[in-house]
């Protein structure tokens, strides 16, 4: 059978990993992180992740660690509320879903699947690729090279596989002007209003800082912010720092926020930017995933995109004869992105102003940001509305699609 090695052990990686390994490749995935990575705020389980997922029969498990969700809430730096969005809006397709889990449960879920099936590398990742007459010869960091008949870059955003193959990032990536630090809050008291509320306080500047429940009284926060760069991943002092400047007239939970930032086991700060690959795959490399063609969190499609994409991946080269001829699986690999660049495209295609309301500039662009929020939700304006979101709707199942118009 095939050998194929998968960059990175994230959503992906991990459920192209599954659906190769079930069918008897051999597969093996190396994950920079020295474990499985928790972290991370809450995936939406409408549309492509619930069809893919129940597809690998992990549904069941997926629903048993759904959040308890109400809705989403906008509070001002006193914590009164400004606007309200529960889950019933729009019959169910509003900015927050009854069914959403936290990115780690949904990690775990696909990893403990996964493991039996694949051979697993943690703290390894690629050093070089080089092609060879049938396959790719790879330089790990720490193991023994290897060759494998095809290698597969779920390395996320910044990935090293697309800048060994294809180029520096600033060639793929396009900033979308803001930054967001994510992270886990274990010991703090319970933020007033939370149980089952996703609370957002926007601040002038274009910054946010937002919380939303866990299951075991944790609460996983996200703070906003402008910038296209930011200081080293290494040098979290500096980032901390930088937290404490941008937010330190912010009110409301902030200052605890901040302090309980250093503390938290799964801190990580990033810019809020989309991936732009004019070509995914080239020869017996491909890329799959955030390193391919992420949309950003304010997408709200990553693990979406990341699911479909791995389940065409999948199918694309379900004949394994694909990968002993070039030609054929170049065709595979092509028509692999002949299924994936449409829901991309739409998914990366924002609605117009989507970066401004997430994070407006001024005291009265978040009045006004409130007040739609209000006003869009009233019978006369709800459908007309429901049909704006179209970056989600795109994607979304039939049963979606039927539910906004
Ligand atoms: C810890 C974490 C938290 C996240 N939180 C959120 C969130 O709150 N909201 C949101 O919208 N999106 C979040 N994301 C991104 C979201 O998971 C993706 O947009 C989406 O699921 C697509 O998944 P992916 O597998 O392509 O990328 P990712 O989920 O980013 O996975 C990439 C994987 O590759 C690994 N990796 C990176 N570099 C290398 C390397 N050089 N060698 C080997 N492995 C490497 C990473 O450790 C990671 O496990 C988060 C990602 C991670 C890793």
């Not at 793929?172 to 319970?190: D, Q, S």
């Not at 693990?303 to 394994?320: M, N, P, S, Y």
């Not at 978040?366 to 509305?385: D, E, S, T, Y």
Request: hydrophobic share 45%; proline share 6%.
């Amino acid at each position: 059978m095939p050998r194929v090695l998968v960059v990175g052990g994230g959503i992906a990686g991990d459920a192209v990993a599954l659906m190769l390994g079930r069918a008897g490749w051999e597969v093996t995935v190396a994950e920079i992180a020295p474990q499985l990575r928790g972290g991370g705020q809450a995936v939406d389980l409408r549309g492509d992740c619930r069809e893919v997922l129940a597809k690998l029969g992990l549904l069941d498990e997926v629903l048993s660690v759904l959040l308890f969700q109400r809705g989403a809430a906008w509070v001002d730096r006193d914590g009164h509320r400004l606007a309200t969005m529960p889950v019933e809006a729009f019959n169910g397709n509003g900015y927050v879903s009854k069914e959403e889990l936290l990115r780690s449960d949904l990690a775990r879920v696909l990893h403990d699947a996964t493991n039996a099936h694949v051979t697993y590398l943690f703290g390894e990742t690629v050093e070089e690729l080089e092609d060879a007459p049938h396959g790719v010869s790879v330089t790990f960091r720490n193991a023994p090279p290897a060759e494998f008949d095809l290698v597969i870059g779920a390395d996320g955003a910044h990935s090293r596989v697309r800048r060994l193959r294809f180029g520096p990032e600033e060639t793929f990536r396009r900033p979308l002007g803001l930054a967001h630090a994510w992270f886990t809050l274990e010991e703090t008291p319970k933020t007033p209003g939370i149980d089952g509320w996703f609370l957002t306080h926007n601040a002038p500047g274009s910054r946010a800082a937002s919380v939303r429940p866990g299951h075991r009284g944790e609460q996983e926060v996200g703070l906003t912010f402008p910038a296209t760069t930011l200081p080293p991943r290494q040098d979290r002092e500096a980032q901390f720092a930088l937290l404490d400047r941008v937010f330190a007239d912010l009110g409301w939970r902030t200052p605890e926020f901040l302090d309980a930032a250093r503390r938290a086991p799964d801190f990580a700060l990033d810019t809020l930017d989309q991936i732009h690959v004019p070509k995914w795959h080239d020869g017996r490399v491909v890329l799959l995933g955030d390193s391919a063609w992420c949309a950003s969190p304010l997408s709200g499609l990553g693990t979406a995109l990341a699911l479909r994409g791995a389940e065409a991946l999948a199918d694309a080269i379900a004949d394994a004869d694909a990968l002993r001829i070039p030609h054929r699986l170049s065709d595979a690999l092509t028509a692999f992105e002949s299924a994936m660049r449409p829901r991309v495209d739409a998914a990366q295609r924002m609605f117009p102003g989507r970066v401004r309301q997430h994070a407006p500039r001024t005291e009265l662009g978040i009045r006004a940001a409130a007040w739609l929020i209000r006003q869009v939700q009233k019978p006369a304006l709800a459908k007309a509305f429901g049909r704006l979101m179209g970056d989600r709707g795109h994607l979304m199942d039939d049963r979606g699609h039927a539910q906004l118009a």
